[in-house]
């Protein structure tokens, strides 16, 4: 492929953004930079190093000494692979906390953007054909029932070992979305040129394709 595309990928959690924005990117032959999991390795600081979210000191000092990047689909915070860290419902839960606040969202969307002016990539988020990369040659709102997601985010967790109730993933979820999508700063909110893909009862593979099938056609 010559020319450099973006393509942002936008949606509630659960509803497949990553696993699908994974395979696009693999397909395309281009990186994947999963935003979700830079708010979670924010969140994930936080709670190791005990920062009260109102101490606006002690957070911006933490920001200012804090490096995150991607290398070979591991995401590195400050020199150490976190992967596997962040994907419980603890950072879960911090990782939409701190999302909600200015400080975090600058610092994090300034790396993405450089990110994105650097090369072609497939970058899934909340806010990202709305306002990281508005420029984005290719916009996907991509969404699912709330069972759905739940159930697919409780199976994520199970796998991983971790022992929780469906119904409170379910709660967690719809408390989640609300925040999400009504805190201040750059709600989630689908891109009035985003193209939305409803992923409910679809594979992964079905999902995959209808993606590379708009980029191969446009
Ligand atoms: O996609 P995820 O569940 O890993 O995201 C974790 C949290 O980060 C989620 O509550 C919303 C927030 N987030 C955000 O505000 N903006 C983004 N571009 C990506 C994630």
């Given at each position: 492929m010559g020319n450099k595309i973006r393509i942002a990928i936008d949606g509630p959690s659960g509803a497949g953004?990553?696993?699908i924005a994974k395979r696009v990117a693999k397909q395309l032959g281009i990186d994947y930079i999963d935003t979700g999991a830079m708010y979670r390795a924010v969140g994930y600081k936080i709670i190791k190093k005990q920062i009260d979210l109102n101490d606006t000191k002690s957070l911006t000092e933490m920001l200012a000494?804090?490096?995150i990047d991607f290398v070979n689909g591991d995401i590195i915070l400050d020199g150490e692979i976190i992967n596997d860290k962040i994907r419980t419902n603890e950072i879960s839960k911090?990782?939409?906390?701190v999302s909600a606040l200015q400080a975090v969202r600058d610092k994090l969307i300034d790396i993405q953007r450089e990110m994105g002016q650097a090369k072609s990539v497939?970058?899934?988020g909340r806010d990202i054909g709305t306002n990281v990369l508005k420029e984005a040659e290719y916009k996907f709102f991509m969404t699912a029932s709330v069972q759905e997601r739940a159930r697919r985010r409780w199976l994520e967790l199970s796998e991983k070992g971790e022992k929780v109730d469906l119904a409170k993933v379910e709660a967690d979820i719809i408390?989640?979305?609300h925040k999400d999508s009504t805190?201040?700063?750059n709600p989630l909110k689908k891109a009035e040129d985003a193209i939305d893909l409803d992923t409910t009862g679809m594979s992964i593979d079905e999902v995959t394709n209808n993606i590379l099938e708009v980029i191969k056609w446009q």
């Open positions: 953004k990553s696993t000494e804090t490096e911090m990782a939409s906390d497939v970058m899934d408390q989640r979305d805190r201040k700063i």
